[in-house]
């Protein structure tokens, strides 16, 4: 199973990025996407989830400001940030379970690479 995540970048407090995650090789009828991110010295967090059944899961911080799809495809993820702030900045990460979702790292067995995001003030 691989995951290809994409779309970072730098951007302006308050802009918007929009991350896509795209996984191949996986098989199961129901699985769940994540997006978590990870500053320098922060662990790794959980930011938003979504199942194949349209489940969607966001991490207080982000509430109003991100929105997450499936772009109507299997396997597939978009994560929309809008309102971004210097706070953001992170590396993000999509994973991918075959249950449903977790804020735990450990509840994913597939990771994408990152993908920096930097929010400038």
């Known amino acids: 199973v691989q995951l290809q995540a994409y779309g970072g970048g730098l951007v302006q407090a308050g802009g918007s990025l929009r991350l896509s995650c795209a996984a191949s090789g996986f098989t199961g009828t129901y699985y769940s996407i994540g997006w978590f991110r990870q500053a320098p010295g922060k662990e790794r967090e959980g930011v938003s989830c979504?199942?194949?059944?349209?489940?969607?899961t966001f991490a207080d911080s982000v509430k109003g400001r991100f929105t997450i799809s499936d772009d109507n495809g299997r396997y597939t993820a978009s994560l929309q940030m809008n309102n971004l702030q210097p706070e953001d900045t992170a590396v993000y990460y999509c994973a991918l379970s075959g249950f449903k979702c977790s804020d735990n790292v450990r509840g994913y067995a597939y990771w994408g690479q990152g993908t920096q995001v930097t929010v400038s003030s």
């Open positions: 979504i199942t194949s059944n349209g489940f969607r």
